[in-house]
Structure formats: structure tokens, C-alpha cells
């Protein structure tokens, strides 16, 4: 078995010095356990800090408070330690630091603490300790393609492109391994969005749910006055509560002499540098695609009138719900009966064909190909199709066509699209319908 010397050293002599002493050891004790000379101390403390919060434990400043975390007298502490977990403490404790005001930044999070801890580990399980130890270091390497970190050749279907951060905010692949993670303490995924939903199903608002997903999508960004006419509406009143929370003051959340909006979602963009850039970096290639420019900008005085989605619906609501509605828009144009989000969200899209023809539409905006995850989507046994599809966009780096071949018999029936595809396959389907 591959285990490294040190920490297996110091996790022996430390399961033996409880056996006799019911105090923890000192550090100085505990390099004379491990026949280190006192100089090494540094060291010592170094090695431990690697294995904090995964193997040990203590409090700070507080003397004889190592502990072992994983009390298990018999075999090897958790050995394996599976890299895609550790890029999920990594991208939670990015997003984490992420919303730590200024002043509070030098304090690590804990999610990020455990992520370069683990990381640090994993290197030295593998033999090769050149992995960031530091936070300056560890941002740096944030912004460096992922695959350059030699434990993630186990993860099938990583991009070479993708990195944590990008134009110095989290970049789509750590949102998106955020997203994934259920096993970090913080769950970060927006909880008011899931609160929608259940209240929705225990509820069958179906029309309601419907309606305020459509808002947050096409208006991310209200005037006040429209905001409290949409709340009071017949429709979307059963909801009311939640689009207090989802809604809130433009200046509360972005404090500037001037605000800017980005072209194709119309949420409110976020300083960067000497420019104003949007949250979304898919809004940001495709605005410069296609020559997009900014909405007007707006002066603090106006801003004060208009009311704004939160960050997370904005990331978790908005940008992936613009797939959404533009497949249904161009597939309803196609003369097809299209339904968002049936059965208050069993899955994205219900095409209608005829009443005996249906596919069940998925829309993934997704920067990494998550085969568990593809694997989790329920083939429809009452449609005729069930898909995933995703946007044009990504494919540089999902490469649908080239892993298609490889991964859709894995997936129990579930067919794996483009969305440029799937508009194609529609359309042919039509035609041979109308030639029948
Ligand atoms: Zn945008």
C-alpha cells in the first residue's frame, strides 16, 4: 500500500503514545516519539498541519490538545482520499472566502483549510509535494488549468481549459463541483430556490412555480413599483414570501456611482479591474461572441428604484434558465407544444409531438462532464425519448459527440444532445410526421 512515511510516522506514534498517556503529547514530545531532533520542530508542526482536520485535530493556542480524529484502533485511518472531494472542499472554500467581506479575508474558511490540507496530502501520497501550501499560492494555482494537478488524471472528461477561478471570480467548473458536493458541511446550492420547490410540490402550485421561474430568468432586474405589482398578482401572490427573499434592493447589494448591466442576462455586473464584467462567464464569452454591448448604465439615484435577484438565484436560477427558455422558445417556433419545468419540475422540457410521442428534456449547463450525476437522471419509460442536452457553448469542453459513444450505454436509455441537435432532430421528426 502507498502510504507516506511521515504521516503514517506521526500517526503511529501517536496512536501509541495514547495508549499510555491519556494527555496528549506536547510537540516537543512528540518529536522525541518520532526520534526528531528539537530543531524540527517546525517541521513537525508543518506535517501536521497537513493532515489537520482529515487524520488530527487541536485547538489553537491551547497546550496538549492533539487529537486523533479517526480513533479506529485496528486498521489505517482513511487512506484513500478521493481527489474529486477534495476540488469540492476546494471550490466551496473558494466560494466561501469568496463572501467574506474585505476585512475578514485573512481568516481561511473551513472548507478551504480541509481542501489544500487534503490536497497537500494527496500529493504526498503521490509522492510529488508541488502543490500550494499558502494562500498566495493557492490562488495562483486557481487560475491554472486543473488537469496540471497530476492527482486529477483519475477524473474522466476533465477539459485541459478548466480552472477554479476565472477573471478572478469562481469560474463555472468550481460552481459546478460546488454544486455537486452534497458531503461538504456548508451546502451551498440556493436554498430558496429548493424551499420554491418543495413548497410548490406539497402545495401543486404548478402555474405559481412556473411563473416565478420564467421572472427570475427574463427579469433578474425589476423596478420597484413592477416588483410590487407582480407580488400582489393572482398568480404569483401564493409565493409572495419567497420573492421577498429572492428580490432585493439593488444598492443593498452592490454599492457603486454607477451600475452596469450585462447584455444578455440583464443582471447587474460586478467591477472588475478598471471594467465591469458579468457574474456569468458563459454571459461574458457570448456578449463578446456576439458583439453584444451593455445595457444603459444606471445612476445611483435610479438604482435605488430597482429591485435585483440575489447572487445565488442569479448563478443558480438566471443564467442555467436561459438554456432553458431559449430551447423552449426555438422548438415551440418549430410549431412544437413545448412545456417548462412539468409536473413542477420532474425535469426541464415536455415536447409534444402527439399525444404519444414526448421526450423528456433536461438541460445541463455544465462545464464538466459528471458521469455519477448523468447517471442519477431517471430514463422517462412514459415519453418516447428522454434526453440530456447541452449548450453549443460548452462543448469545447464537455466534447459531447466524442464521449457519446462511450457513456450513453451507461445511462440506461438516456441519450446525451447538443442543443444544436436536438433542434435538428426535432425538426426531423416533424418532417417525417407530416410526410406519414
Ligand atoms: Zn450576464
Request: net charge negative; with cysteine; charged share 30%.
Amino acid at each position: 500500500m502507498k502510504v507516506t512515511k511521515h504521516r503514517d510516522k506521526i500517526l503511529e506514534a501517536l496512536r501509541e503514545w495514547f495508549r499510555i498517556h491519556k494527555q496528549a503529547p506536547t510537540l516537543e514530545e512528540l518529536c522525541v516519539e518520532l526520534e526528531m531532533k528539537p530543531q524540527q520542530k517546525a517541521t513537525l508542526q508543518r506535517r501536521l498541519q497537513t493532515i489537520r482536520g482529515i487524520d488530527v485535530d487541536w485547538d489553537d493556542n491551547v497546550a496538549r490538545s492533539l487529537r486523533l480524529l479517526n480513533l479506529d484502533p485496528e486498521g489505517e485511518p482513511g487512506l484513500n482520499i478521493p481527489v474529486t472531494e477534495t476540488l469540492r472542499y476546494l471550490a466551496t472554500g473558494l466560494s466561501d472566502w469568496g463572501t467574506l467581506e474585505p476585512k475578514k479575508r485573512s481568516q481561511i474558511p473551513q472548507s478551504l483549510r480541509l481542501g489544500m490540507s487534503r490536497m497537500y496530502l494527496t500529493s504526498l501520497l503521490q509522492g510529488n509535494e508541488q502543490v500550494p501550501s499558502n494562500i498566495p499560492e493557492f490562488f495562483d494555482w486557481s487560475k491554472k488549468p486543473v488537469v496540471e494537478w497530476e492527482a486529477t488524471t483519475e477524473i474522466p472528461h476533465l477539459s485541459p481549459e478548466v480552472t477554479l477561478i476565472e477573471d478572478g471570480l469562481l469560474s463555472d467548473f468550481a460552481l459546478q463541483w460546488q454544486v455537486t458536493g452534497s458531503d461538504v458541511e456548508n451546502q451551498v446550492q440556493e436554498k430558496v430556490l429548493q424551499d420554491v420547490l418543495e413548497h410548490c410540490r406539497a402545495n401543486q402550485l404548478e402555474e405559481a412555480y412556473r411563473a416565478l421561474r420564467k421572472l427570475i430568468i427574463e427579469s433578474p432586474v425589476l423596478p420597484y413599483t413592477e416588483f410590487r405589482r407582480i407580488i400582489s398578482s393572482t398568480q404569483l401572490r401564493p409565493l409572495r414570501d419567497f420573492l421577498l427573499k429572492i428580490y432585493v434592493d439593488l444598492v443593498d447589494l452592490v454599492e457603486d456611482k454607477t451600475y452596469h448591466f450585462c447584455p444578455r442576462c440583464k443582471y447587474v455586473m460586478h467591477k472588475y479591474k478598471n471594467t465591469y464584467i458579468c457574474r456569468s462567464h458563459t454571459c461574458e464569452k457570448i456578449s463578446a461572441k456576439q458583439g453584444l454591448s451593455c445595457l444603459p448604465t444606471i445612476s445611483k439615484e435610479d438604482a435605488e428604484e430597482l429591485k435585483v435577484v440575489t447572487p445565488g438565484v442569479h448563478r443558480y436560477g438566471t443564467i442555467p434558465g436561459i438554456w432553458e427558455l431559449d430551447l423552449a422558445q426555438k422548438l415551440t417556433k418549430l410549431g412544437l407544444r413545448v412545456t417548462l419545468w412539468p409536473e413542477i419540475d420532474e425535469f426541464d422540457l415536455l415536447v409534444e409531438f402527439s399525444k404519444k410521442i414526448r421526450w423528456a428534456i433536461d438541460v445541463k449547463d455544465w462545464s464538466y462532464l459528471d458521469e455519477e450525476r448523468l447517471k442519477k437522471v431517471d430514463y422517462r419509460h412514459d415519453m418516447a425519448e428522454t434526453f440530456v442536452v447541452f449548450p453549443h457553448e460548452r462543448d469545447d469542453l464537455l466534447r459531447i459527440k466524442v464521449r457519446r459513444p462511450q457513456l450513453e450505454p451507461e445511462l440506461g436509455g438516456v441519450r446525451l444532445m447538443l442543443i444544436s441537435e436536438i433542434i435538428n432532430l426535432a425538426e426531423q421528426n416533424l418532417r417525417k410526421k407530416n410526410h406519414a
